[in-house]
Each structure stands twice: as structure tokens, then as C-alpha cells.
């Protein structure tokens, strides 16, 4: 792997949920914002999660959001995206994604990952301290914790050079 390359991963978020929708992600009325970093206070500001506080520390320091199936649901909009990216969160593990929000986290350089039901649940099984690591290349994420657990996923080879490339536009100005 060469020494520019984006590192994806850090300290794990987890959203025990399925059928997080965008306007979860960020509400509807911040849309209006003119740049992608004035989202960033809005963040998970309305959902609806047992326990989970959208002030929390360990929304502030993660690097990745552990979820279940269907992320990313409801109206598309890329800015779901960019308040994460603005977050520092660049990976987004689930059972499944809402289509458009997948393709705009690779659009925007970063990844979502799909693993089965039961690896969600051993990643969250780790503990509440959970650290993820991925290795693109190898389509690998390693997920350390109470104990250390490696899986293995798939990416496209399109989304892989998307990712690699750092988003769309630097992938465009790159191949076009």
C-alpha cells in the first residue's frame, strides 16, 4: 500500500439499528447550509436510538459507523454523506445500503462496506471500545476490541478505484 494513501477506519460507532434514514443522518433543515462543514454540529442530531446521544464523545471520535441494513434509506441527498465526511467518519459497515446514498459515499472517496448479519454482530460484540481498521487492497477490515476479528469484503473494482483515487472528481480528473 503507498505511503499517500487515505487510511480508512478508527474508533467504531455503533447504530444498532436498521433503516437509518438521511434525514436521521442530518435533518432536512440544515439543508440549506452553503458549505459541507457548517453540517458538521447537525450530525445524527435526529435519531431515534435507545441510549444514543448525538453530543456523545464516541460520536466525536469515530472514524467509522458500525449499523445494520438499509443506511442511508429515505430522501437522497448527498449532504447524509458529507456530514459524515466532515466528521472525519470515511467507513460505514452494514448488512445493506440505500443505493444512492452507497454510490455517493464511494462518489465521495469514502467506503461502505456490506458484511453479513452475523459479522455486524461479532463486531459489536467486541466490546464498547471497538477500533476498525481496513485494508482496501486486501478487501479485509479488522475490527480489535475485547478480541480481534478480521473480515473480508467485496468492493467492485470501479468503487475500489473510486476510493483509491480519493471520490469522483480527483477519479475524473484522474482518467478524463
Known amino acids: 500500500m503507498g505511503n499517500n494513501m487515505k487510511q480508512f477506519g478508527g474508533p467504531a460507532l ?15 433543515k440544515y439543508l440549506t447550509e452553503n458549505s459541507k ?19 456523545s ?27 459524515l465526511e466532515v466528521n472525519d467518519i470515511n467507513v460505514v459497515v452494514a448488512e445493506s445500503f440505500a443505493r444512492i446514498f452507497r454510490q455517493n459515499m464511494f462518489n465521495c472517496g469514502m467506503i461502505a462496506i456490506e458484511l453479513p448479519k452475523d459479522a455486524i454482530d461479532r463486531i459489536i460484540s467486541l466490546g464498547d471500545q471497538v477500533d476498525i481498521s481496513v485494508d482496501v487492497d486486501q ?9 480481534e476479528e478480521s473480515f473480508e469484503f467485496f468492493l467492485n ?3 475500489k478505484d473510486l476510493v483509491m483515487a480519493g471520490g469522483w472528481l480527483a477519479y475524473a480528473n484522474k482518467n478524463y
Not at 14 to 28: G, H, K, S, V, Y
Not at 37 to 55: G, H, Q, R, S, V
Open 157 to 159: 473494482s470501479f468503487d
Open 14 to 28: 455503533f447504530l444498532d439499528r436498521d433503516d437509518i434514514n438521511t434525514d436521521e443522518i442530518i435533518p432536512a
Open 139 to 147: 478487501s479485509t477490515i479488522t475490527a480489535k476490541g475485547d478480541r
Open 37 to 55: 462543514i457548517d453540517l458538521k454540529p447537525f450530525i445524527l442530531e435526529d435519531l431515534t436510538l435507545k441510549d444514543f446521544d448525538p453530543n
Open 57 to 83: 464523545e464516541s460520536l466525536k471520535q469515530a472514524g467509522v459507523i458500525v449499523t445494520r441494513a438499509n443506511f442511508g434509506c429515505g430522501s437522497s441527498r448527498e449532504h447524509a454523506v458529507w456530514v
